[in-house]
């Protein structure tokens, strides 16, 4: 099987920065799409950032022109810059990932991580 294991989360203060990693780790295949979303207290989970296999990116309005996703696919991982953080920014972020495994190459399912906690203090 797979697994998705994020770290880096922690505690910082407004205006800081984090950098969180989702390493992936099993009978991959491959990797198609990959992606960071976050749940705060009494919220829904919501879509961070999204990478593609091919490189194409996007992300949600409010974070735009803070953070940054990225992906080493050699490493299997996935990584999320977070810089000039808010505290509106304060969730847990999950990681997931669109995943081959062998033997079954020709189908992809979907995996989700275990959820890194991220504290913004004002």
């Known amino acids: 099987q797979v697994q998705l294991v994020e770290s880096g989360g922690g505690l910082v203060q407004a205006g800081g920065s984090l950098r969180l990693s989702c390493a992936a780790s099993?009978?991959?295949?491959?990797?198609?799409?990959m992606a960071w979303h976050r749940q705060a207290p009494g919220k829904q989970r919501e879509l961070v950032a999204i990478?593609?296999?091919?490189?194409?990116?996007n992300y949600t309005d409010s974070v735009k022109g803070r953070f940054t996703i990225s992906r080493d696919n050699a490493k299997n991982t996935l990584y999320l810059q977070m810089n000039s953080l808010k505290p509106e920014d304060t969730a847990v972020y999950y990681c997931?990932?669109?995943?081959?495994?062998?033997?079954?190459?020709?189908?992809?399912?979907?995996?989700w991580g275990q959820g890194t906690q991220v504290t913004v203090s004002s």
């Open positions: 990478i593609t296999s091919g490189g194409i990116i």
């Open positions: 997931n990932g669109e995943i081959a495994i062998w033997p079954r190459v020709g189908t992809s399912s979907e995996y």
């Open positions: 099993g009978s991959i295949f491959s990797i198609k799409t």
